[in-house]
């Protein structure tokens, strides 16, 4: 299947910072993104869908100044957490859309706010 | 609003044991679903997508099914082995979106 990469792995800040995610389809190219987090034991929950050369849609309860996305281009999405705070630390995954009802996911992205 | 419903939260079995998971969906005006596997701090492997108009899917030692209308759907793994210990994810799309709303998974370990 085609593959997502998320750079970083793991992060960890200190709260009151700012840290980017990339998602990058590295063989396919992607018109929507979405991005996803995830709390320990807890399912997957859509914050928002990144639509190439324009603003995401996020979804009711996420705040949109504080996650902020962009997609540049077919083969990329990032996702800004600006000013990070511990209730913020969760593994972020994305996934891009492949066509024919396929999505695939990105390896995530765990980040740590102390 | 769609919820989605796994039972159990976790699972324990001897390995060779043949098993079945549980998704349960309250709206079944789905588009399609699909199943999914999820190992500890890693991404996402979409194993079975099930369209709104079948009944089930095959994939090796793994067939899924879906009900549509009774809004269940279970993922059967036959002759399990150790390397299936993994989380297993269900998710619905409700239309052409890709946008996906996923239960709560079911931790599998398979016991040598």
């Known amino acids: 299947g085609a593959v997502v990469s998320q750079h970083p792995s793991r992060v960890i800040c200190k709260s009151g910072t700012s840290v980017k995610i990339e998602c990058r389809s590295l063989d396919f190219q992607a018109t929507t993104m979405f991005w996803y987090r995830q709390f320990p034991k807890k399912s997957l929950m859509l914050m928002a869908t990144?639509?190439?050369?324009?603003?995401?849609?996020?979804e009711q309860g996420v705040e949109k100044d504080k996650f902020l996305i962009n997609h540049a281009s077919l083969t990329l999405s990032t996702l800004t957490v600006t000013s990070a705070h511990p209730e913020d630390s969760s593994f972020y995954i994305c996934?891009?859309?492949?066509?024919?009802?396929?999505?695939?996911f990105g390896p995530g992205t765990r980040l740590t706010v102390l | 609003k769609q919820e989605v419903t796994q039972i159990p939260a976790a699972l324990s079995v001897p390995e060779g044991e043949n098993l079945v998971l549980n998704c349960s969906f309250t709206d079944s005006a789905i588009y399609n679903l699909q199943w999914f596997r999820q190992d500890p701090g890693k991404g996402l492997t979409s194993l079975l997508l099930?369209?709104?108009?079948?009944r089930e899917q095959t994939s090796g030692r793994l067939n899924a099914s879906l009900d549509k209308s009774s809004g269940r759907s279970t993922l059967y793994i036959a002759a399990s082995q150790p390397g299936d210990s993994a989380t297993y994810l269900c998710a619905v799309e409700m239309d052409s979106s890709y946008k996906l709303i996923f239960g709560s998974g079911t931790r599998l370990l398979v016991r040598p």
């Open positions: 996934s891009g859309n492949g066509g024919q009802d396929t999505q695939y």
């Open positions: 099930i369209q709104s108009s079948q």
């Open positions: 990144s639509n190439e050369g324009s603003k995401a849609t996020y």
